[in-house]
């Protein structure tokens, strides 16, 4: 039994601890917005944050998120800057077939939630482990930037 935070909800999972956080997400969990991509953590589909840093969940097992707070794309919009990204998506109309979404969604929160104030540097250093096979890269870093001006405003 390997037992956890996810989206502020006490959980526990009996489960191979060295299964792919991924998949007790997903299957053990039922929670499916966490997509998986390459599975060798390369595309960002799968990022959730672990302790509130930016983790891939295809290759994270398990026994790394004991204890340990875990949230998903499902539980981001409880926080000021998902709620402010999530906000500045929609508005940007970013998604095509949002496919990669949830964990560019991921990643973009976890930048602003230690930056408030990123240069397009840090925006695309911090974005770059996420692909979008779509190529939707110019609205994702102007959501990233309305989401931040919301957040410097205190919004």
Known sequence: MVSLNVNSKAVS???????????????????????????????????????????R?????????????????EGIGASP???AVQAAWNAGDVPQCGYCQSGQVMSACALLAQNKKPSDADIDGAMSGNLCRCGTYHQIRAAIQVAAVTLQRGA
């Open 81 to 83: 800057v998902g709620q």
């Open 57 to 73: 969940a295809c290759q994270t097992p398990l026994s790394a998120a004991a204890g340990k707070r875990v949230t998903t794309i």
């Open 13 to 55: 999972i009996d489960a191979d601890p060295e299964m792919p956080l991924l998949w007790a997400l997903r299957e053990e969990l039922q929670l499916t917005g966490t997509k998986f991509g390459c599975g060798m953590a390369l595309c960002g589909a799968c990022t959730v944050h672990l302790d509130g840093q930016a983790v």
